[in-house]
């Protein structure tokens, strides 16, 4: 069984950062991908940003130059930094990991449960 934990998100002002971290627990062989998104009120599920196994990143253009992934392989652990937060960036957050299990063939997609971060203005 693998679960994402996540933790960090909260109410913050405009302009003031929040860094969000996502651990990855259970029997797990290695880790492809690991992701956020979020979801606002009203609104589809949106990749924020995006790093691989081997450090590449992917960024949504609306938070290019604010947000930063990273992840710890050793600890199965992936992090978003988030700067200069604006209004529009509410929403409920979503960790994602695309992971290969032990013993097994193909990958599998685990989502954790969302931490919600509001901005205010």
């Known amino acids: 069984q693998v679960q994402l934990v996540e933790s960090g998100g909260g109410l913050v002002q405009v302009g003031g950062s929040l860094r969000l971290s996502c651990a990855a627990f259970?029997?797990?062989?290695?880790?492809?991908?690991m992701d956020w998104y979020r979801q606002a009120p009203g609104k589809q599920r949106e990749l924020v940003a995006a790093?691989?196994?081997?450090?590449?990143?992917h960024y949504a253009d609306s938070v290019k130059g604010r947000f930063t992934i990273s992840r710890d392989n050793a600890k199965n652990t992936v992090f978003l930094q988030m700067n200069s937060l604006k209004p529009e960036d509410t929403a409920v957050y979503y960790c994602?990991?695309?992971?290969?299990?032990?013993?097994?063939?193909?990958?599998?997609?685990?989502w954790g449960q969302g931490t919600q971060v509001t901005v205010s203005s």
């Open positions: 994602h990991a695309n992971l290969i299990l032990p013993a097994t063939t193909g990958d599998y997609d685990y």
């Open positions: 790093i691989t196994s081997g450090g590449s990143t």
């Open positions: 259970g029997s797990i062989f290695s880790i492809n991908v």
